[in-house]
Protein backbone atom coordinates (compact mmCIF):
# COMPACT_ATOMS: atom_id res chain seq x y z
CA UNK A 1 0.00 0.00 0.00
CA UNK A 2 0.89 3.66 -0.92
CA UNK A 3 0.44 5.91 2.88
CA UNK A 4 0.76 8.84 3.40
CA UNK A 5 1.27 9.08 7.07
CA UNK A 6 0.68 12.60 8.05
CA UNK A 7 2.43 12.98 11.68
CA UNK A 8 4.74 10.42 10.71
CA UNK A 9 7.76 11.75 13.13
CA UNK A 10 5.64 11.86 16.63
CA UNK A 11 5.71 9.40 19.20
CA UNK A 12 2.83 6.85 17.31
CA UNK A 13 3.14 7.93 13.73
CA UNK A 14 6.84 6.91 13.83
CA UNK A 15 5.79 3.46 15.20
CA UNK A 16 2.82 2.82 12.61
CA UNK A 17 5.30 4.22 9.87
CA UNK A 18 8.15 1.39 11.17
CA UNK A 19 5.46 -1.35 11.25
CA UNK A 20 4.21 -0.23 8.49
CA UNK A 21 7.73 -0.45 6.38
CA UNK A 22 8.75 -3.53 8.33
CA UNK A 23 5.86 -5.68 8.59
CA UNK A 24 3.92 -4.95 5.35
CA UNK A 25 6.30 -3.46 2.80
CA UNK A 26 4.40 -0.25 2.06
CA UNK A 27 6.00 2.85 0.02
CA UNK A 28 5.20 5.43 3.08
CA UNK A 29 5.46 8.87 2.75
CA UNK A 30 5.59 11.38 5.72
CA UNK A 31 4.12 14.68 5.95
CA UNK A 32 5.64 16.25 9.07
CA UNK A 33 5.91 19.71 10.38
CA UNK A 34 8.45 18.80 13.15
CA UNK A 35 6.98 20.51 16.40
CA UNK A 36 8.44 20.61 19.42
CA UNK A 37 6.88 16.88 19.81
CA UNK A 38 8.23 15.85 16.11
CA UNK A 39 11.90 14.69 15.71
CA UNK A 40 13.79 13.27 13.00
CA UNK A 41 15.01 11.31 14.84
CA UNK A 42 11.74 9.02 15.76
CA UNK A 43 12.70 8.24 12.20
CA UNK A 44 16.08 7.51 12.16
CA UNK A 45 16.44 3.79 11.36
CA UNK A 46 13.61 4.38 8.48
CA UNK A 47 14.61 7.38 7.19
CA UNK A 48 16.14 5.97 3.72
CA UNK A 49 13.29 4.09 3.36
CA UNK A 50 10.33 6.41 3.32
CA UNK A 51 10.04 9.52 1.62
CA UNK A 52 10.03 12.64 4.27
CA UNK A 53 8.28 15.85 3.65
CA UNK A 54 8.52 18.66 6.00
CA UNK A 55 5.13 20.38 6.13
CA UNK A 56 2.18 21.51 7.81
CA UNK A 57 -1.63 19.49 7.37
CA UNK A 58 -3.27 22.72 6.78
CA UNK A 59 -1.30 24.28 4.03
CA UNK A 60 -2.78 23.00 1.16
CA UNK A 61 -0.10 22.93 -0.97
CA UNK A 62 1.98 20.88 1.20
CA UNK A 63 -0.57 18.31 1.71
CA UNK A 64 -1.14 18.12 -2.36
CA UNK A 65 2.54 17.82 -2.69
CA UNK A 66 2.75 15.15 -0.37
CA UNK A 67 -0.07 13.07 -1.26
CA UNK A 68 1.02 12.51 -4.81
CA UNK A 69 0.83 8.86 -5.81
CA UNK A 70 -0.56 7.46 -2.34
CA UNK A 71 -3.81 5.34 -1.80
CA UNK A 72 -4.47 6.07 1.49
CA UNK A 73 -3.98 8.72 4.21
CA UNK A 74 -3.57 8.31 7.75
CA UNK A 75 -3.35 11.39 9.98
CA UNK A 76 -1.95 11.22 13.74
CA UNK A 77 -0.25 15.03 13.25
CA UNK A 78 -1.88 17.00 16.40
CA UNK A 79 -1.26 18.87 19.04
CA UNK A 80 -1.70 16.64 22.38
CA UNK A 81 -1.50 17.32 25.32
CA UNK A 82 -3.97 18.00 27.38
CA UNK A 83 -1.78 20.50 29.88
CA UNK A 84 -0.99 22.26 26.62
CA UNK A 85 -4.23 22.80 25.40
CA UNK A 86 -5.53 24.55 28.78
CA UNK A 87 -2.66 26.78 28.97
CA UNK A 88 -2.55 27.82 25.11
CA UNK A 89 -5.59 26.40 22.79
CA UNK A 90 -4.97 28.19 19.62
CA UNK A 91 -2.90 25.71 18.19
CA UNK A 92 -5.05 22.84 18.96
CA UNK A 93 -7.61 24.41 16.92
CA UNK A 94 -5.59 25.08 13.65
CA UNK A 95 -3.49 21.54 13.66
CA UNK A 96 -6.32 19.59 14.92
CA UNK A 97 -9.64 20.65 13.09
CA UNK A 98 -8.39 22.77 10.56
CA UNK A 99 -5.58 20.45 9.35
CA UNK A 100 -8.47 17.66 9.47
CA UNK A 101 -10.14 19.97 6.90
CA UNK A 102 -7.50 20.33 4.87
CA UNK A 103 -6.45 16.72 4.58
CA UNK A 104 -10.47 15.34 4.18
CA UNK A 105 -10.31 17.89 1.33
CA UNK A 106 -7.11 16.17 -0.30
CA UNK A 107 -8.74 12.81 0.31
CA UNK A 108 -12.11 13.52 -1.53
CA UNK A 109 -10.57 15.47 -4.46
CA UNK A 110 -8.11 12.00 -4.84
CA UNK A 111 -10.46 9.69 -3.34
CA UNK A 112 -8.49 8.01 -1.29
CA UNK A 113 -9.59 6.05 2.11
CA UNK A 114 -8.83 8.24 5.03
CA UNK A 115 -7.95 6.66 9.01
CA UNK A 116 -8.16 9.50 11.23
CA UNK A 117 -6.09 8.70 14.33
CA UNK A 118 -7.76 9.52 17.49
CA UNK A 119 -8.89 9.37 20.99
CA UNK A 120 -10.72 7.75 23.85
CA UNK A 121 -10.68 11.43 25.03
CA UNK A 122 -13.57 12.23 22.85
CA UNK A 123 -15.83 10.17 25.51
CA UNK A 124 -14.84 12.06 28.45
CA UNK A 125 -14.95 10.31 31.90
CA UNK A 126 -16.20 7.30 33.07
CA UNK A 127 -16.82 6.25 36.68
CA UNK A 128 -17.57 2.59 35.87
CA UNK A 129 -17.52 0.33 32.36
CA UNK A 130 -16.31 1.03 29.71
CA UNK A 131 -17.33 3.56 26.45
CA UNK A 132 -18.29 1.76 23.46
CA UNK A 133 -18.42 3.21 19.82
CA UNK A 134 -21.75 4.05 20.46
CA UNK A 135 -21.28 6.25 23.79
CA UNK A 136 -21.73 9.97 24.01
CA UNK A 137 -18.79 12.40 23.07
CA UNK A 138 -18.14 14.50 26.12
CA UNK A 139 -14.60 15.90 25.71
CA UNK A 140 -13.92 17.89 28.55
CA UNK A 141 -10.63 19.43 27.52
CA UNK A 142 -9.37 21.92 24.83
CA UNK A 143 -7.45 19.27 23.31
CA UNK A 144 -10.45 16.76 23.78
CA UNK A 145 -12.61 18.56 21.64
CA UNK A 146 -10.42 19.63 18.52
CA UNK A 147 -10.16 16.10 18.29
CA UNK A 148 -13.90 15.36 18.96
CA UNK A 149 -14.40 18.42 16.05
CA UNK A 150 -11.86 16.14 13.97
CA UNK A 151 -13.93 12.97 14.22
CA UNK A 152 -17.66 14.96 13.50
CA UNK A 153 -15.81 16.38 10.47
CA UNK A 154 -14.43 13.35 9.21
CA UNK A 155 -17.96 11.58 10.54
CA UNK A 156 -19.94 14.13 7.73
CA UNK A 157 -17.39 13.46 5.10
CA UNK A 158 -18.58 9.88 4.65
CA UNK A 159 -22.29 10.87 5.29
CA UNK A 160 -21.97 13.89 2.93
CA UNK A 161 -19.79 12.86 0.15
CA UNK A 162 -19.17 9.23 0.46
CA UNK A 163 -15.57 9.63 1.44
CA UNK A 164 -14.17 5.98 3.05
CA UNK A 165 -13.67 7.20 6.27
CA UNK A 166 -12.32 5.47 9.26
CA UNK A 167 -11.63 6.65 13.00
CA UNK A 168 -9.81 4.43 15.14
CA UNK A 169 -9.57 6.30 18.99
CA UNK A 170 -6.92 4.45 21.26
CA UNK A 171 -6.43 4.73 24.69
CA UNK A 172 -3.45 6.09 27.06
CA UNK A 173 -0.15 5.01 24.73
CA UNK A 174 3.17 4.42 26.23
CA UNK A 175 6.84 3.09 25.09
CA UNK A 176 9.59 4.20 23.41
CA UNK A 177 10.24 7.98 21.88
CA UNK A 178 7.39 9.86 23.81
CA UNK A 179 7.99 13.29 24.60
CA UNK A 180 8.73 13.57 28.48
CA UNK A 181 5.85 15.84 28.57
CA UNK A 182 3.27 12.61 29.22
CA UNK A 183 3.11 11.12 32.32
CA UNK A 184 5.40 7.88 32.07
CA UNK A 185 8.11 9.55 30.24
CA UNK A 186 8.03 11.91 32.57
CA UNK A 187 8.31 9.89 35.38
CA UNK A 188 11.13 8.07 33.90
CA UNK A 189 13.45 10.54 33.21
CA UNK A 190 12.80 12.17 36.63
CA UNK A 191 13.27 8.92 38.37
CA UNK A 192 16.50 8.64 36.61
CA UNK A 193 17.75 12.16 37.54
CA UNK A 194 16.85 11.11 41.28
CA UNK A 195 14.06 14.35 40.95
CA UNK A 196 10.69 14.80 42.38
CA UNK A 197 7.93 13.44 41.05
CA UNK A 198 4.87 15.78 40.70
CA UNK A 199 1.07 14.11 40.82
CA UNK A 200 -1.93 15.87 40.27
CA UNK A 201 -4.95 15.66 42.59
CA UNK A 202 -4.67 12.49 45.08
CA UNK A 203 -3.15 10.20 42.27
CA UNK A 204 -6.00 8.30 41.81
CA UNK A 205 -6.81 8.80 38.14
CA UNK A 206 -7.22 5.74 36.23
CA UNK A 207 -6.06 5.68 32.24
CA UNK A 208 -6.37 2.40 30.22
CA UNK A 209 -2.59 1.89 28.78
CA UNK A 210 -2.15 0.43 25.36
CA UNK A 211 2.11 -0.31 24.53
CA UNK A 212 2.40 1.81 21.35
CA UNK A 213 3.32 -1.12 19.01
CA UNK A 214 -0.28 -2.54 19.68
CA UNK A 215 -2.08 0.60 18.75
CA UNK A 216 -0.19 1.13 15.23
CA UNK A 217 -1.29 -2.78 14.92
CA UNK A 218 -4.81 -1.95 15.65
CA UNK A 219 -4.89 1.28 13.20
CA UNK A 220 -3.41 -1.27 10.82
CA UNK A 221 -6.26 -3.57 11.56
CA UNK A 222 -8.44 -0.74 10.98
CA UNK A 223 -6.86 0.67 7.70
CA UNK A 224 -7.25 -2.66 5.87
CA UNK A 225 -10.42 -4.40 7.77
CA UNK A 226 -12.60 -1.69 8.98
CA UNK A 227 -16.07 -0.71 7.26
CA UNK A 228 -16.28 3.08 5.87
CA UNK A 229 -18.22 5.43 8.19
CA UNK A 230 -17.39 3.34 11.56
CA UNK A 231 -15.14 3.93 13.99
CA UNK A 232 -13.20 1.40 16.54
CA UNK A 233 -11.91 1.83 19.63
CA UNK A 234 -8.55 0.43 20.31
CA UNK A 235 -8.05 -0.10 24.20
CA UNK A 236 -4.89 -1.48 26.16
CA UNK A 237 -5.36 -4.85 28.35
CA UNK A 238 -4.83 -3.02 31.78
CA UNK A 239 -6.06 -0.28 33.35
CA UNK A 240 -3.92 1.65 36.48
CA UNK A 241 -3.92 4.49 38.75
CA UNK A 242 -1.71 7.15 38.55
CA UNK A 243 -0.07 6.37 41.92
CA UNK A 244 0.48 2.76 40.87
CA UNK A 245 2.13 3.93 37.67
CA UNK A 246 4.57 5.98 39.40
CA UNK A 247 5.44 3.62 42.26
CA UNK A 248 6.04 0.83 39.27
CA UNK A 249 8.12 3.58 37.71
CA UNK A 250 10.29 4.04 40.66
CA UNK A 251 10.66 0.27 41.83
CA UNK A 252 12.05 -0.07 38.42
CA UNK A 253 14.75 2.36 38.90
CA UNK A 254 15.67 1.46 42.10
CA UNK A 255 14.26 4.66 43.67
CA UNK A 256 12.11 5.17 46.75
CA UNK A 257 8.76 6.17 47.00
CA UNK A 258 9.46 9.80 49.10
CA UNK A 259 10.16 11.20 45.51
CA UNK A 260 6.50 11.16 44.63
CA UNK A 261 5.66 14.74 45.40
CA UNK A 262 1.60 15.46 45.34
CA UNK A 263 0.83 19.07 43.38
CA UNK A 264 -1.95 20.95 42.27
CA UNK A 265 -4.74 18.88 39.96
CA UNK A 266 -5.21 19.43 36.07
CA UNK A 267 -8.36 21.87 35.53
CA UNK A 268 -11.11 19.63 34.56
CA UNK A 269 -9.07 16.59 35.03
CA UNK A 270 -10.98 13.26 33.93
CA UNK A 271 -11.28 10.56 36.37
CA UNK A 272 -11.01 7.60 34.55
CA UNK A 273 -10.94 6.62 30.99
CA UNK A 274 -11.71 3.04 29.73
CA UNK A 275 -12.61 1.66 26.31
CA UNK A 276 -14.81 -1.06 25.22
CA UNK A 277 -12.59 -2.99 22.47
CA UNK A 278 -15.14 -5.97 20.83
CA UNK A 279 -15.61 -3.92 17.63
CA UNK A 280 -12.00 -4.36 16.86
CA UNK A 281 -10.90 -7.56 18.34
CA UNK A 282 -13.92 -8.74 16.43
CA UNK A 283 -12.08 -7.97 13.40
CA UNK A 284 -8.86 -9.84 14.23
CA UNK A 285 -6.62 -7.60 16.48
CA UNK A 286 -6.11 -8.13 19.86
CA UNK A 287 -3.17 -6.10 22.29
CA UNK A 288 -0.22 -8.65 22.70
CA UNK A 289 1.56 -6.36 25.41
CA UNK A 290 0.71 -6.32 28.93
CA UNK A 291 1.02 -2.81 31.22
CA UNK A 292 3.80 -4.80 33.37
CA UNK A 293 6.27 -5.92 30.88
CA UNK A 294 5.47 -3.01 28.82
CA UNK A 295 6.53 -0.57 31.14
CA UNK A 296 9.75 -2.66 32.22
CA UNK A 297 10.47 -2.39 28.29
CA UNK A 298 9.72 1.08 28.21
CA UNK A 299 12.28 1.62 31.16
CA UNK A 300 15.05 -0.11 29.89
CA UNK A 301 14.31 1.87 26.57
CA UNK A 302 14.63 5.32 28.02
CA UNK A 303 17.20 4.15 30.28
CA UNK A 304 19.73 2.71 27.26
CA UNK A 305 18.89 6.23 24.98
CA UNK A 306 20.36 8.75 26.45
CA UNK A 307 20.91 10.49 23.31
CA UNK A 308 17.33 10.48 22.29
CA UNK A 309 16.18 12.40 25.34
CA UNK A 310 19.45 14.70 26.41
CA UNK A 311 18.85 16.70 23.83
CA UNK A 312 15.01 17.15 25.14
CA UNK A 313 15.62 17.38 28.58
CA UNK A 314 18.46 20.02 28.01
CA UNK A 315 16.80 22.52 25.45
CA UNK A 316 13.55 24.21 25.15
CA UNK A 317 11.10 21.44 27.46
CA UNK A 318 13.19 23.53 30.25
CA UNK A 319 11.24 26.83 30.29
CA UNK A 320 7.86 24.52 29.33
CA UNK A 321 9.32 22.54 32.93
CA UNK A 322 9.58 25.55 34.90
CA UNK A 323 6.10 26.95 33.38
CA UNK A 324 4.09 23.79 33.94
CA UNK A 325 5.63 22.70 37.07
CA UNK A 326 7.09 26.13 38.93
CA UNK A 327 10.14 24.89 39.60
CA UNK A 328 13.27 24.12 37.46
CA UNK A 329 14.44 20.86 35.52
CA UNK A 330 16.63 18.86 37.60
CA UNK A 331 19.14 16.78 34.98
P1 LIG B 1 3.01 13.49 19.32
O1 LIG B 1 2.73 14.81 19.97
O2 LIG B 1 4.15 12.65 19.79
O3 LIG B 1 3.24 13.70 17.76
C1 LIG B 1 2.47 14.58 16.97
C2 LIG B 1 3.18 14.71 15.63
O4 LIG B 1 2.38 15.55 14.80
C3 LIG B 1 4.56 15.36 15.72
O5 LIG B 1 5.46 14.69 14.88
C4 LIG B 1 4.33 16.78 15.23
O6 LIG B 1 5.46 17.38 14.65
C5 LIG B 1 3.23 16.54 14.21
N1 LIG B 1 2.42 17.73 13.97
C6 LIG B 1 1.87 18.56 14.90
N2 LIG B 1 1.20 19.55 14.29
C7 LIG B 1 1.33 19.33 12.95
C8 LIG B 1 0.84 20.01 11.80
N3 LIG B 1 0.09 21.11 11.92
N4 LIG B 1 1.14 19.52 10.59
C9 LIG B 1 1.91 18.40 10.46
N5 LIG B 1 2.41 17.73 11.52
C10 LIG B 1 2.11 18.20 12.75
O7 LIG B 1 1.64 12.72 19.39
P2 LIG B 1 1.31 11.17 19.56
O8 LIG B 1 1.23 10.85 21.00
O9 LIG B 1 2.19 10.39 18.67
O10 LIG B 1 -0.18 11.15 19.00
C11 LIG B 1 -0.44 10.92 17.62
C12 LIG B 1 -1.95 10.87 17.39
O11 LIG B 1 -2.54 9.86 18.19
C13 LIG B 1 -2.66 12.17 17.76
O12 LIG B 1 -3.65 12.43 16.80
C14 LIG B 1 -3.30 11.87 19.11
O13 LIG B 1 -4.47 12.63 19.31
C15 LIG B 1 -3.60 10.39 18.96
N6 LIG B 1 -3.62 9.62 20.22
C16 LIG B 1 -2.59 9.71 21.11
C17 LIG B 1 -2.62 8.94 22.27
C18 LIG B 1 -1.49 8.98 23.28
O14 LIG B 1 -1.62 8.39 24.35
N7 LIG B 1 -0.36 9.63 22.99
C19 LIG B 1 -3.70 8.08 22.50
C20 LIG B 1 -4.73 8.01 21.55
C21 LIG B 1 -4.68 8.77 20.41
P1 LIG C 1 -1.01 12.45 30.28
O1 LIG C 1 0.18 11.59 30.02
O2 LIG C 1 -0.87 13.93 30.12
O3 LIG C 1 -2.18 11.88 29.36
P2 LIG C 1 -3.77 12.23 29.37
O4 LIG C 1 -4.01 13.45 30.15
O5 LIG C 1 -4.00 12.45 27.91
O6 LIG C 1 -4.45 11.02 29.92
O7 LIG C 1 -1.51 12.18 31.75
C1 LIG C 1 -1.87 10.87 32.17
C2 LIG C 1 -2.38 10.99 33.59
O8 LIG C 1 -1.31 11.37 34.44
C3 LIG C 1 -3.46 12.05 33.78
O9 LIG C 1 -4.40 11.59 34.75
C4 LIG C 1 -2.70 13.24 34.33
C5 LIG C 1 -1.58 12.60 35.14
N1 LIG C 1 -0.33 13.37 35.23
C6 LIG C 1 0.24 13.63 36.47
O10 LIG C 1 -0.28 13.22 37.53
N2 LIG C 1 1.41 14.35 36.53
C7 LIG C 1 2.02 14.82 35.41
O11 LIG C 1 3.07 15.49 35.53
C8 LIG C 1 1.43 14.53 34.12
C9 LIG C 1 2.07 15.00 32.86
C10 LIG C 1 0.26 13.79 34.09
Redesign the pocket.
Known sequence: MRLLV??G?????STFARLRVREHGDEVTV?????Y??RRENLEDIIEEIRFVH????DAQAVADAVRECDAIVN?????HVDRSIADPEGFIV?NMQ?THVLLEAARVKELRYLQ????EVYGSIAEGAFTEQSPLQPSSPYSAT?TGADLLVSSYFHTYGLPTLICR????YGPN??PE?LIPLMILNALAGDRLPVYGDGRNVRNWLYVEDFGRGIGHVLAHGVPGEAYNCGGPDECENLEVVRRVLELTGREDSLIEFVTDRPGHDRRYSLASGKLRGLGWEPRMRFEQGLERTVEWYRDNAWWWEPIRSGAYRSYYQRQYGRALKT
Open positions: CGAGFIGLDKLTAGGAIEFAAETTGVSTDKGSNNQYK
